[in-house]
């Protein structure tokens, strides 16, 4: 993979407090746990648009990576602005269905994101 290849550039969602909320999760994260989903992110950077099993489309606008770790499954969920992969909420799942709240944190701060 080349610089060149690159299809999507990263963007962490920052609040209007100025906090960046999948960052601040990721560093709470164990070093393998990082580097796994960061692996993922990189092959989503550079093969959009990818499908199941590393991605799932949610819903309109709404994406998530999916990245295997020890304790279930990390969950980083984006969504996309042109060439920009905005990384809007990250959550272990440890049940088969997402979390209603989970979902709506996601929703929140993209329209947060749209609307600055």
Do not use: C
Not at 5 to 34: C, M, Q, Y
Request: hydrophobic share 40%.
């Amino acid at each position: 993979m080349k610089i060149g290849d690159l299809r999507l550039k990263v963007l962490f969602f920052r609040s209007g407090a100025g906090v960046e909320p999948v960052r601040k999760w990721l560093i709470l994260l164990p070093t393998n746990h990082k580097k796994a989903i960061g692996e993922d992110i990189k092959t989503v950077q550079f093969g959009w648009p990818l499908g199941m099993p590393l991605v799932e489309k949610l819903e309109p606008y709404l994406w998530e990576v999916r990245t295997r770790v020890s304790n279930g499954i990390a969950r980083v969920l984006f969504t996309v602005d042109g060439n920009l992969m905005i990384l809007l909420h990250g959550f272990i799942k440890k049940s088969q269905k997402i979390p209603q709240k989970e979902l709506n944190t996601a929703r929140s701060r993209s329209k947060q994101y749209q609307e600055a």
